[in-house]
């Protein structure tokens, strides 16, 4: 109908529809009005289905009130009701928190691109280009083919359920007959892939990938039993984890790929919501038990060390072993004890506190140990060993969970969790871990043993666990993998095989298999209607004795009742077949004439690396550090033992780490300078000390300044002991004594775990301040094969302010020497050693009147220069009087690291973290019997750092200073660049007293060309005050050095001897 002018504007252009539409689309107003006859058919429908909406309510309401009814009319307690009561508030409380979480994970997963741009400091367009994230990938495309392909793999999984696994569970009990799936519907919501990560596989033939999965979806699937007029099903679910994928083996031939191998490495996370007669899963209780009890199908399925195969090519071979491969390890863990544990038992009402009854999980993936209640104990000492195997390195983690033990429900002490890779890396990993979640650390020491195919080592391995104690099994010496293939022309089901209770008629079996060693028993699954099983499993056992243990196998029908078959096999055959491994038909006995079973068994013995084993060492035993092979009296290749003898550092010996320290900026320091009198305030000339593992550090002062920028980067080497403490400590510099302006603490524990803090730290004991630091835990590898990497990373993030970073960490432990020469006509001499590195050094301690002293220390540097950096041993003897009368000097460069070592006389044993050092030593005289110059020498390294175009000098220390008067001199250094002599070119190191050998270890810096520099000559004076009151200096000797001719490029440490003011020195 049109509208006439009077009744309204006309719609404007915006409103009008862009094509024409059928009049059932238009609004009402263009349409005639209705007859008023007609007028009530459209709200009829409307109003009957409110009026049913009302009774359906009520009739509900009327329900609930029925068991009411129901016991009053019986007379039945209040108390009947007031528990019915509860228990259905608390299955709604249990209910709505599930369903709230599922609406809160798909609105998260549904706006996650506008979340994530919304929580963002920058936005995706304002991120750079060159940002990336290699390790975990995005794999939107993948997600788009899921949710394209989600559809359709509804109805695969409605065919599925429908024809194969109904009919199953009907078969399996009389009692589910009439079982079905009444709805299967995966819902609109797919599975997204949230990140890939591919590992390099172990093998060229495999392909590693890790899909993180998060599913949150509106799955529904239910279920009836007609029979009992049973409903039940779910209705939402949740699942999220790591699954691995793995690709193999790789073929010349499509696809490609022989199978897909799919599993969990960790158990991933289950939330289901249950539909039907499943409802009552929903009871406060009766949840978690019941999605604990779904968890542990799915880790039978689908958890390490199972997983799923999805053959991709017709008679793929080895199936068996690609679904169950051998592991890659044992790992031994020695659960030791435990300090600091909270305590959680209360009495009299929590008025006095208790101690804890701990006891302690030990989980790798689906293997879990328990140990046994330590009662009344907050440090408790458990002592026992578990074994477990190893499947996938990296993604398995070991945890370690400790509890307290009550009646009712175990209290939550805290866990723990490693890597296994750290493990692997390590071999032997003996430490400290800290409690998540609680208080408290746990010791563990952790083994990590190597599968060997071989029994050559067999015996080595036996001895060496007979004088291990272990509880609460004793150590294995092997493991035994059982590929259970298939077996054939087992004997039919008859009436006269079974008991006379048991009726049965002659059929086919149902066989499984029983796999026995010693008391540990092992079970298949069952076959059902075949004489011919094929069960392609795999079973793991631990050996405590290959020699004497025997494999014992019962093939039953799945009553147990009917032995079908058996066999025993003793393992001493396998330790004679080539590699261990038997794979062959074995007869059965007490079968059928022509029953057998096929099997694969692989054995591997379990070895722990002799390297990591601290031997006891036997005086006088011959090994690699005997320089006179021809002595007879050192024993033969006869005698002697086959492996030679090795110093035996304690277990934390080469288990430092480096922690790299970035003093970066501070903000809101409080003002300390002030003027006139105080009248005038001004700011702060603010620098920071630290203090950690017995050293001390210091940042330069910032002048004038309340927010000062430092960029400082100091490097400590650390142990992992526990309770240590980073001090930090912030002052102003002032003329007399400096100011206090806060402090504060960093537990190592923390960054000793993470690896990583960078952390605003608020300081303590002032008004206002906080100090930016950032923490590196630096891990050393026993490899050099990423030493060029390091060294570019650091000469990249090299400060001004701060001394050259290392690069690699230098272990030496000190054992002994022998033979050590004796000077005429004087007793045995008290030898000590000093092991120098650059400008640090160790010494040791003296052993009194021996020429074979034993040091039995260890010591550790920092190494900045690897290719160019030596190390410097001297074998000094000290009298009574304090005075050096006798030394030896050996001295060797990493540049020989090929070299074995070439001496006459006796040697000490040193080791060092790997790579082993192994270097030629050259004998050196010793400068106190045979002093180099009259006026002694200093030592100083020289190098142009050409990044940033300085030239570098350390002024390490002088020796055999001269002493003109009646005490000792104040020596120090002066440095002078010619030929300029003004303030700018001139350095000078701090000053020491009284000594004839001072030690300075100072660097220096000149900012110039290296044309420039090559040009100039360094003038080196080592000086003396004269007096405390006098300005007169007095010269000790110098030495010039022409830099034209010398190499700036390699900077080694040199001793030059001292002249007087005319000559030039030497080195």
Known sequence: MERSPGEGPSPSPMDQPSAPSDPTDQSPAAHAKPDPGSGGQPAGPGAAGEALAVLTSFGRRLLVLIPVYLAGAVGLSVGFVLFGLALYLGWRRVRDEKERSLRAARQLLDDEEQLTAKTLYMSHRELPAWVSFPDVEKAEWLNKIVAQVWPFLGQYMEKLLAETV??????????????????????????????????????????????????????????????????????????????????????????FVGAVSMFFIRRPTLDINWTGMTNLLDIPGLSSLSDTMIMDSIAAFLVLPNRLLVPLVPDLQDVAQLRSPLPRGIIRIHLLTAQGLSSKDKYVKGLIEGKSDPYALVRLGTQTFCSRVIDEELNPQWGETYEVMVHEVPGQEIEVEVFDKDPDKDDFLGRMKLDVGKVLQAS??????????????????????????????????????????????????????????????????????????????????????QLSIQDVTQESKAVYSTNCPVWEEAFRFFLQDPQSQELDVQVKDDSRALTLGALTLPLARLLTAPELILDQWFQLSSSGPNSRLYMKLVMRILY????????????????????????????????????????????????????????????????????????????????????????????????????????????????????????????????????????????LTTVLNSGFLDEWLTLEDVPSGRLHLRLERLTPRPTAAELEEVLQVNSLIQTQKSAELAAALLSIYMERAEDLSLRKGTKHPSPYATLTVGDSSHKTKTISQTSAPVWDESASFLIRKPHTESLELQILVSQHSGVEAHSHSYSHSSSSLSEEPELSGGLPHITSSAPELRQRLTHVDSPLEAPAGPLGQVKLTLWYYSEERKLVSIVHGCRSLRQNGRDPPDPYVSLLLLPDKNRGTKRRTSQKKRTLSPEFNERFEWELPLDEAQRRKLDVSVKSNSSFMSRERELLGKVQLDLAETDLSQGVARWYDLMDDKDKGSS
């Not at 299967?184 to 892939?193: A, F, H, N």
């Not at 007029?229 to 209705?235: D, E, S, T």
């Not at 035996?648 to 010996?653: A, W």
């Open 166 to 255: 109904a009919p199953a569970v009907r078969g399996s009990n009389p009692h589910l007959q009439t079982f079905t799936f009444t709805r299967v519907e995966l819902g609109e919501k797919p599975l997204r892939i949230i990140g890939v990560k591919v590992h390099p596989g172990q093998r060229k033939e495999q392909i590693l990938l890790d899909l993180n999965i998060s599913y949150v979806g509106d799955v529904q699937i239910d279920v009836e039993v007609k029979k009992y007029f049973c409903k039940a099903g779910v209705k939402g679910m949740q699942l999220h984890g790591v699954l691995r994928v793995i690709l193999e083996p790789l073929i010349g031939d499509l696809p």
């Open 608 to 747: 722990l690396d002799s390297s990591e084993i601290c031997f006891p060492t036997v005086p006088g035993c011959p090994g690699a550090w005997d320089m006179d092979s021809e002595n007879p009296q050192r024993g033969s290749s006869v005698d002697a033992p086959p492996r030679p003898c090795h110093t035996t550092p304690d277990s934390q010996f080469g288990t430092e780490h480096v922690l790299r320290i970035h003093v970066l900026e501070a903000q809101d320091l409080i003002a300390k300078d002030r003027f006139l009198g105080g009248l005038v305030k001004g700011k702060s000339d603010p620098y920071v000390k630290l203090k950690l593992a017995g050293q001390s550090f210091r940042s330069h002062v910032v002048r004038e300044d309340l927010n000062p920028r430092w960029n400082e980067v100091f490097e400590v080497i650390v142990t992992s002991v526990p309770g240590q403490e980073l001090e930090v400590e912030v002052f102003d510099k002032d003329l007399d004594k400096d100011d206090f302006l806060g402090r504060c603490k960093v537990r």
């Open 428 to 513: 032997v990993l003996d430490d400290w871990f800290p409690l998540q979640g609680g208080q408290g650390q746990v010791h563990l020491r952790l083994e990590w043993l190597s599968l060997l195919s071989d029994a050559e080592k067999l015996e080595q391995v036996l001895q060496w666990n007979r004088g291990v104690s272990s509880r609460p099994e004793p150590p294995s010496a092997a493991i035994l993998v059982v590929y259970l293939d298939r077996a054939q022309d087992l004997p039919m089901v008859t009436s006269e095989l079974y008991p006379p209770q048991l009726k049965k008629g002659n059929k086919e079996p149902n066989p499984m298999v």
